[in-house]
């Protein structure tokens, strides 16, 4: 079947694939050859080979084709060739799900695993499980317990795992061949007890108690096979993340016991899996570190990179408990295998002190040229990571960074370095003028267009905030001029951002948005056009909603509601309050994901939460007339606990004057059966219960839906956050667990529920302003007012920002939510919009002394937003 080439060969291209050509006819033409005699055990074979080169390279047998050649197939049974035998083995397995009747070769099959020819029955195992379907199996069953037991290794580990695909369609059989398996597991050959554990453990797995008893019987009694502990080590540590178990489990024991195993394979396997483990301490990992830091010395190079690379994921949450093996990580510098070294330094960069920064940079370099993208992505990440610990070696990492932009690489490299280079000017201001001139220079010569795109879009947001803005636009207006028409849109926008937020510079702005008036794409010239007319109108206001902060509301939402609007001719303007917000604000969206979906468009957008709920909610005919929805909970609330008889989770949806709560109801008591469900709920502000929804039937385990409808207090507006008790009422019917069949007759009951809390939040609904003194100026002083409060109860500036946001549910802008170091004062910067449409954005200036006071001043379009947050707030 092999052809031997020689070097003439080869060098002749004779080393290419023989099978390369072949035609699916033609090859179905030779099979005929199986029904000649005598048998010619090359021929057949070589042919075979052919039948399944072109089935694993995914050409199509039709079912009469694949059950012609399947049939003469099965008269190679009469050779005892032993490698025409086995291809046939492998062939009745391939096409055991592409002919029909393939169970006739069950008796030969059978016979063969039967038999006195070791190296067939292994084989026949596996084919003849490949064929039978549960209804078959019983007739085998007493050959197959026969060969878990067997005395050859590759048959008894052939049947086990042969049970274990069984176990997929004939779960209840396989199950009663436990008692073969466990004799299997106290095999001496270690693949056949891997096998049987591992049988065992898959029977087994949904009876925790059982998996448990198998661990400890197993361990106690200890294992031949390295696979073996291997596997036990998953298993418990699985058991451990199952149980949330504390380290004193003598699962955890085992594990650890494994860290003296004599095989490496079971060490670093015992060493990764408590590294695993969620909420190690820095104490309790130390057995396994020291373990990994052995590894590092290993003269085996797998050894030495499994160990680094787990020291590496190790350092990302415990740095101090990897310190210990510096010194090892610094001998791997200069490691001959590059990923080795990469690795090592990524770790020491993550564990080393900040004088040691500058010489790690000078090692890296030397070899940077020299190792793949990917673990040029590693090195980029934990500079990233470096940045933020050592804020003031941001200038050293930035030049490193520069110099590895400007050197060749693939687009996930540079966009990583691009991504970290952003990531430090926004964390450091005094970085953002060198950054920001470096990625100017990037993109002269930048092929991607997706960062090209990204950096015009950084350079829009941040330039004109810099001392010399006017030294950015050359690089810009470039793109305008040398680049295709996605990157000359992009530049088109960063260009009049410019104009939007300097006087100065407008005039000049203006020429050049003339210019692009002119361009061949429309996309640029409708962009330029635009924003010409915006800028001409001098403005702060249109600036800031047309050109720095942009549409905040959901682009497939608004696609709907103007299809919508001209299906139903209306004298009413078209009113953009009635679309439903973007969950990931517009603003906050990186340009290269809108970059990338211009490239790879998908047929249909997939609707988000909110439009399903929306769709949900208009088929039900007491919703009618409530208006667009305007917001939904972003978590359904629990008012029971997970174990109990009736589990029952609120989602709150927001509309303009109303609200509607979204019980999504489970009975789980199979013997009964619930009938008209509603919660009942007592409001203790002024909203009112309009009507319920109920669920008309909830069986066992099947979820239902049901509503209440709540209008919105009007004789106080301001006294939005309520808390409201909630009582499920419904009619039982017992029913029987086996047949299903339900009682007739029923009778009323109720079940109290958690207490549902309505906030402030519910009513509001996040949205990015990029800019946020544009959006200030915008909205303007006719509405604003401004109070002082004393939070007495925190302590804390971090703290105070953390619970001001989640209390409010409003966006943090320009990064106001990240609280500089030993600083006592603080400005937040909230937006938001405030049910029915209005923007709502919140100035809070913090100061602490011995408690934190805050000075709220809100302003928004409406008066009603304003008092409400205050009166929240106070």
């Avoid at 597991?185 to 270690?190: E, G, K, L, P, V």
């Avoid at 294992?223 to 998953?234: D, G, T, V």
């Avoid at 950084?458 to 028409?485: A, C, D, M």
């Amino acid at each position: 079947m092999l052809k031997k080439f020689d070097k003439k060969d080869e060098e002749s291209g004779g080393g290419s694939n023989p099978l390369q050509h072949l035609e699916k006819s033609a090859v179905l033409q030779e099979a005929r050859v199986f029904n000649e005699t005598p048998i010619n055990p090359r021929k057949c074979a070589h042919i075979l080979t052919k039948i399944l080169y072109l089935i694993n390279q995914g050409e199509h047998l039709g079912t009469t084709e694949a059950t012609e050649a399947f049939f003469a197939m099965t008269k190679l049974f009469q050779s005892s060739d032993p490698t025409l035998r086995r291809m046939c083995y492998l062939t009745i397995k391939e096409m055991s799900c592409i002919a029909e009747d393939v169970i006739i070769v069950t008796s030969s099959l059978t016979k063969d695993m039967t038999g006195k020819e070791d190296n067939y029955r292994g084989p026949a195992v596996r084919a003849l499980c490949q064929i039978t379907d549960s209804t078959m199996l019983q007739a085998v069953e007493r050959y197959m317990k026969q060969a878990i037991v067997d005395k050859v290794p590759s048959v008894s580990s052939s049947a086990l795992v042969s049970s274990l695909h069984l176990l997929k369609c004939s779960f209840d059989v396989v199950k009663r061949w436990v008692n073969e398996a466990q004799e299997a597991a106290s095999s001496d050959n270690i693949m056949v007890q891997y096998h049987a554990l591992g049988l065992l453990y898959h029977v087994r797995k949904n009876d925790r108690l059982a998996v448990s008893k198998m661990i400890s019987k197993f361990t106690r009694h200890g294992l031949k096979s390295p696979f073996a502990y291997c596997m036990m080590i998953r298993v418990a540590s699985k058991q451990l993340e199952e149980e949330d178990g504390s380290r004193d489990s003598p699962l955890f024991d085992f594990i650890e016991s494994c860290l003296r195993n004599k095989h490496e394979m079971v060490v670093y396997e015992a060493a990764s899996a408590i590294v695993n483990l969620p909420g190690c301490s820095a104490k309790e990992l130390a057995p396994a570190v020291s373990v990994l830091q052995l590894f590092c010395s290993s003269p085996k190079a797998a050894l030495r990179y499994a160990a680094v690379r787990t020291l590496n994921k190790v350092a990302m949450k415990h740095p101090s408990a990897v310190t210990a093996c510096n010194l090892d990580l610094e001998n791997l510098v200069t490691d001959s295998n590059r990923s080795i070294a990469t690795l090592a330094i990524t770790t020491l960069l993550k564990t080393g002190s900040e004088s040691s920064i500058d010489r790690l940079m000078k090692q890296i370099s030397s070899f940077m040229s020299e190792i793949s993208d990917e673990f040029k992505v590693v090195v980029v990440q934990a500079i990233s990571a470096l940045c933020q610990k050592y804020p003031r070696k941001h200038a050293v990492l930035m030049n490193f960074l520069f110099t590895m932009l400007r050197e060749e690489g693939g687009f996930e490299y540079k966009r990583a370095i691009v991504d970290c280079i952003i990531s430090i000017i926004e964390e450091n201001s005094e970085s953002k003028e060198t950054g920001l001139s470096h990625l100017c220079e990037f993109i002269e010569d930048c092929e991607f267009t997706v960062l090209a795109t990204r950096i015009l879009h950084l350079l829009g947001q941040e330039g004109p905030k810099t001392n010399n803005p006017s030294k950015y636009i050359r690089f810009i207006y470039n793109r305008v001029v040398l680049e295709h028409e996605e990157v000359r849109a992009g530049a088109v926008s960063a260009l009049a951002k410019f104009g939007a937020q300097n006087e100065e510079m407008l005039p000049s702005i203006l020429v050049l948005l003339k210019r692009c008036v002119m361009d061949d794409d429309n996309e640029v010239r409708d962009r330029a056009t635009f924003y010409l007319n915006v800028l001409e109108q001098k403005q702060k206001a249109l600036n800031a909603g047309y050109i720095l902060n942009g549409l905040t509301v959901s682009i497939p939402g608004l696609e709907k509601a103007l299809q919508q609007y001209t299906l139903e001719p209306s004298e009413k303007p078209f009113d953009l309050k009635s679309v439903p917000l973007a969950t990931t604000p517009m603003a906050e969206q990186r340009p290269e994901s809108t970059a990338a979906a211009a490239v790879k468009q998908p047929e249909k957008v997939a609707a988000t939460r909110q439009e399903i709920f929306q769709e949900q909610l208009a088929a039900v005919p007491e919703f009618q007339g409530l208006g667009p929805l305007f917001k939904s909970s972003p978590e359904p609330v629990a008012l029971t606990e997970s174990e109990t008889e009736y589990v029952i989770r609120c989602t709150k949806h927001t509309f303009s004057d109303h609200l509607v709560f979204q019980f999504d109801c489970t009975n789980t008591l199979n013997d009964q059966t619930l009938e008209n469900v509603t919660v009942q709920m007592e409001p203790t502000e002024a909203y009112e219960v309009l009507s319920y929804v109920p669920v008309r039937s909830l069986p066992y385990n099947q979820p239902g839906t049901c509503y209440t409808l709540v209008a919105l207090p009007k004789e106080d507006p301001t006294a939005v956050a309520c808390t409201f008790s909630c009582v499920m009422k419904f009619t039982v019917k017992d029913c029987d667990p086996n047949t299903g069949e339900i009682d007739e007759e029923g009778y009323e009951d109720e079940y109290v529920l958690e207490d549902l809390e309505v906030t402030v939040a519910d009513h509001i609904q996040k949205v990015m302003k990029v800019n946020f003194e544009a959006a200030w100026d915008e909205v303007g002083d006719e509405f604003e007012k401004e109070e002082t409060f004393t939070l007495s109860t925190i302590k804390t500036l971090e703290e105070a920002v953390g619970n001001i946001v989640k209390f409010l549910g409003m966006h943090p802008c320009e990064r106001s939510d990240k609280v500089p170091e030993n600083k006592n004062t603080h400005t937040l910067l909230l937006a938001g919009v405030f049910r029915g449409g209005h923007d709502i954005l919140v100035r809070s200036r913090l100061l602490l002394l011995d408690t934190v006071t805050m000075q709220v001043t809100a302003r928004s379009s409406e008066e009603l937003p304003v008092d409400i947050i205050l009166a929240s707030v106070g």
